[in-house]
Each structure stands twice: as C-alpha cells, then as structure tokens.
C-alpha cells in the first residue's frame, strides 16, 4: 500500500533556485495539503486543495505555490528559495476534508536553502 | 486565534508503565480533535480521531480523551512498550479545512 508519496525525500538548493515538490496519492482521497514543520513552530498548513483544479491557501502561503491539474498529485513550488524555507515539508491527503476524517501524510522532504 | 499546547515537551517511562500525555487548546469551537504519532525522520500517523460531540475513542492500549469545555484532552497509553517510544502530537480541527497542531510530546519507554 503506497498511500501517500513524497519525492524527493532530501534536497539542497542555494537562495534564490526554484524546484517543486511532488505529492502522490493512490486512495482517491479529495482533500491534499502541504505542511513544513519547524523546531518551536509545530506543523504550519501552506496551501491545501479540496479537488482537482482547486487551490486555497493556509496559514505561511507566502513564497510558495501549488496545482492540482489531477486528482492523485499535488505539487508545491518554490519559485525563488530563501533561507526561511529550510524546512520539512509533508503532504497529506484525506477523503472529506479534516471535519470528519483522519489525515494521511507522506514521509515527509527535507529541504535545506543555502 | 487557535493555540495547541503540549505538556511535557519530553517523557521518559520505564516498560510496562502507564502514561498520560496533555493536550490544551483555546477556543473551544472545534469540529475534532486528532491524535498522532510520528517516528524520527517520517511522517505522521493518525491515532485516533475524537468528533466535537465524542467523549472519548479508543484503540488498543490507547484510549483519548476530550473534554471540549475546559479545552483539554488526554492521550493515555496503557502496558508501555519499547516501541511505543516516538512523538505523539495532537491536532485540533477548526474552521475551514484546517489542522491546528501542538509541538508534540516525545516520548521514550526504557526496557
């Protein structure tokens, strides 16, 4: 059971490179979002989407961006990275949204910006 | 604006002991609150989900708790066990499609 896919699962950028992180879900879930969790910060929502061809943002959206052009997949770019966004990024997905159902997160990316 | 607090940030039990981690939360208006575990260098896995209108859930050695009123709930884990040790952290479910998350206890259980 696959479940929820992170790739990459490590990665170094310098300030100012671009890149994308790609999330995968095999349990036809609706609802993805994107995570970072920071020492002292807990877990922060970025952006989340409640169907394909939807974005909405979260809490820390700033620096970042997302689509959803299918239903499985979920990515999150960072056009121009900055220390900041030292990070570790999770996906996760759910079936109706975080009202009723429980969360299932990917293994998570860590990123580190120079 | 929805605070999470986690109390003790850290815990260590011996095998077979009985424990209890906190959870605290400001506003009262939630839809659920959640559960996790989560393992050095891997993602989270969900425990146990308590709806607004629950008391309690259980799962095993787990049984949580909530107590919406007072803003609380409990995580209690029976018979401790070596591989119980990680960090559990609690989630609170508010308005829109979003998780407000604590910082996490973690917990170790020495054989």
């Known amino acids: 059971n696959a479940g929820v896919t992170q790739t990459p699962k490590f990665r170094v950028l310098k300030t100012g490179q671009s890149m994308t992180l790609l999330c995968a879900q095999d349990?036809?879930?609706?609802?993805m979002y994107w995570y970072r969790q920071d020492p002292g910060m807990g877990l922060r929502l970025i952006h989340y989407?409640?169907?394909?061809?939807?974005?909405a943002k979260g809490e820390v959206p700033d620096g970042y961006n997302v689509s959803r052009l299918k239903k499985q997949n979920f990515l999150l770019g960072l056009e121009s990275a900055a220390p900041s966004q030292t990070s570790v990024y999770f996906c996760?997905?759910?079936?109706?949204?975080?009202?009723?159902?429980?969360?299932?997160f990917g293994s998570g990316t860590q990123l580190s910006v120079l | 604006k929805q605070e999470v607090t986690q109390i003790p940030a850290a815990l260590s039990v011996p095998e077979g002991e009985n424990l209890v981690l906190n959870c605290s939360f400001t506003?009262?208006?939630?839809?659920?609150l959640q559960w996790f575990r989560q393992d050095p260098g891997k993602g989270l896995t969900s425990l146990l989900l308590?709806?607004?209108?629950?008391r309690e859930q259980t799962s095993g050695r787990l049984n949580a708790s909530l107590d919406k009123s007072s803003g609380r709930s409990t995580l209690y884990i029976a018979a401790s066990q070596p591989g119980d040790s990680a960090t559990y952290l609690c989630?609170?479910?508010?308005?829109?499609?979003?998780?407000?998350f604590g910082e996490g206890t973690q917990l170790t259980v020495n054989p």
């Open positions: 506003d009262s208006a939630i839809y659920n």
């Open positions: 996760a997905s759910s079936n109706s949204g975080t009202k009723k159902e429980k969360l299932f």
């Open positions: 308590i709806q607004s209108s629950q």
């Open positions: 989407s409640v169907g394909e061809g939807t974005t």
């Open positions: 989630a609170v479910g508010t308005s829109g499609s979003r998780l407000t």
């Open positions: 349990m036809n879930h609706e609802y």
